[in-house]
């Protein structure tokens, strides 16, 4: 079909046709593609399922490293729906890239998914029948029961995710130390999904996998039906994750972060026995800081404070009343000034009764004169940790005071010494954890981690076991390809008296690599030409942004 119309500014005509087999929209998927080949990507993947559910060829067209390769290349193309093929198998590079005959159909992806779904079944199967239980016991088994929800099929899917994310710390160098992220994230469910549940906090229907991270790098997802705790589903495998992590790296800090929600004595004391260090929300006091501890502290504290005038004569009323009155303002002055207070220090020899050992709590209070919670202006947050004075200032190296938004003048602690290690691990350390925030959203939206529409529960784990495998593609081409200095900075200022820069943004940069939708589309789904000769493909790319047309280079060279 051709067809012209006049479209342009100048009424030039345009001339359209959908003969297009020699366009292609993934001009950079084959060299992405070649190097996961060589660093053998792929292997580690391919044989947990060549154990657990043999595909051997002549038997079947395609085997797992098909299946596998195609599966993981259509995420990373941005196409995770089976019946997405139907359009990819049109593209040349595609049909070229993931192997010699071609995609495979929906129905063989639909086929491979129920397979994993019956032998995992099959093996928790098994295992209830060696516990004396049968599969009319199902329903009376906790979310967290590894009987329901971990089989040995995905749990060995997992340990090769581990020592991947392991294999590109290597790649990168970053083993000095290790970060452990552990957090929980809603994926809402519609239909009839197997041991879906509802979560009162989040109001939705669906799973509450988690996702823990290793320096950012996705290593272990174990999903779990709605109001599963996460405590208890990170309890199932820190030790396994912990041990391999120490014997690859046993030089390293080993560092576990996570939110209040994972305030659990049996997960924090599996920590400690594996002889790493943790870092930890902590709803001290059952998250209200009007306790007598508490209080006596801050009491304490502000006797002996050598710079009392500094504080807020309002943060001092609000945290003290008996000690502190604010004189009325004068009638006719106008509003009440407002007032905002930052600071952070240290409770020190707090230890509950239900605790085995003294730990560090640090917290941080905000006062905010024009937002109240509870009825109060104040807002504390606290954490608890283990790490002394050394390991924290080799995690941190100074990030907390950098950022500004707590200084040690301003703080509510007496010794100077307190006041930095209280900044520096609550918002150098801990407040860290918003690079994992956004690496656990890019897994759901960008790897498309929450789209399960499978039935069976364990083919909808796989999928997203699949949005981590390919995660994990592409932050590696991402750390072989891109520099900290290729990073464009912005060149556009606001036209508003509000700067570029903010105070947390004085702190200095850490270089992730780019975002997963920035590779995808600026290095991955670029579009080109393809001629097809007798002993060559030739492609022509479209125009790419400097930094990318260099990492391009870089991944050609590789």
């Not at 993934?26 to 043999?54: C, N």
């Not at 009319?136 to 979310?143: G, H, I, V």
Request: hydrophobic share 35%.
């Amino acid at each position: 079909m051709h067809f012209t119309s006049r479209t342009t500014s100048n009424n030039t005509p345009l001339s359209f046709d959908f003969a297009g087999k020699n366009v292609t929209r993934f001009g950079g998927l084959p060299l992405a593609l070649d190097f996961l080949r060589k660093q053998k990507f792929f292997d580690s993947f391919v044989a947990v399922f060549d154990e657990f559910a043999p595909r051997p060829k002549p038997h079947f067209r395609y085997d797992n490293s098909d299946l596998v390769t195609q599966i993981t290349t259509s995420n990373i193309a941005g196409f995770c729906d089976f019946h997405d093929v139907d359009h990819l198998k049109e593209d040349p590079l595609f049909m070229h890239s993931v192997n010699s005959v071609g995609p495979a159909s929906a129905p063989t992806l639909q086929r491979f998914f129920d397979k994993v779904q019956t032998t995992s079944e099959k093996q928790r199967r098994e295992k209830l029948e060696g516990a004396g239980l049968k599969l009319e016991d199902l329903p009376s088994l906790s979310k967290t029961d590894p009987l329901l929800i971990a089989p040995e099929f995905m749990v060995r899917l997992n340990k090769a995710l581990l020592n991947k994310s392991i294999e590109i710390l290597e790649h990168r160098g970053d083993t000095e130390n290790i970060v452990i992220d552990i957090d929980s994230t809603p994926v809402e469910l519609h239909g009839n999904q197997q041991h879906r549940a509802y979560d009162a906090h989040y109001g939705i229907n669906g799973y509450l996998p988690i996702l823990i991270t290793v320096n950012n790098h996705p290593a272990w997802v174990q999903i779990a039906p709605g109001a599963a705790n996460g405590a208890a589903l990170a309890l199932l495998h820190i030790r396994t994750i912990l041990q391999t992590v120490k014997t690859k790296f046993p030089d390293a800090l080993v560092v576990v972060r996570a939110d209040t929600g994972y305030n659990n004595n049996s997960l924090i004391q599996a920590i400690v026995d594996e002889n790493a260090r943790f870092i930890i929300g902590n709803n001290a006091c059952g998250g209200q800081y009007q306790t007598e501890a508490v209080l006596k502290e801050f009491s304490e504290t502000l006797a002996t404070h050598p710079n009392i005038d500094s504080i807020p004569k309002q943060v001092l009323q609000a945290l003290c009343p008996e000690r502190f009155e604010l004189t009325p303002a004068p009638i006719g002055i106008g509003d009440e000034e407002r007032v905002k207070f930052r600071s952070s220090g240290l409770l020190k020899n707090y230890q509950p009764k239900s605790w085995t050992f003294a730990r560090t709590i640090a917290y941080r209070l905000q006062y905010n004169s024009d937002f109240k919670k509870n009825g109060s202006e104040l807002n504390f947050r606290f954490i608890q940790t283990n790490l002394n004075d050394d390991e924290i200032q080799r995690l941190s190296n100074g990030r907390g005071v950098e950022k500004q938004r707590s200084v040690p003048e301003a703080s509510l602690e007496t010794d100077p010494a307190a006041a930095h290690k209280s900044i520096e691990l609550y918002e150098g350390i801990f407040c860290d954890r918003g690079n994992d925030e956004r690496m656990n959203s890019e897994w759901k939206s960008s790897c498309y981690a929450s789209l399960c529409s499978c039935s069976g529960f364990f083919a909808n784990a796989l999928r997203m076991f699949f949005s981590a495998v390919s995660m994990q593609a592409m932050q590696l081409i991402g750390c072989v390809s891109m520099r900290e200095e290729d990073r464009p900075t912005p060149k556009k200022k606001r036209r508003s008296a509000k700067p570029n820069v903010t105070r947390a943004h004085k702190a200095r940069k850490i270089f992730f690599g780019p975002t997963i939708r920035s590779i995808r589309e600026f290095l991955i789904r670029v579009p080109a030409t393809v001629t097809s000769r007798k002993r060559r493909i030739h492609i022509s790319l479209a125009h790419m942004k400097a930094p990318f047309a260099l990492a391009f280079q870089r991944l050609a060279q590789l």
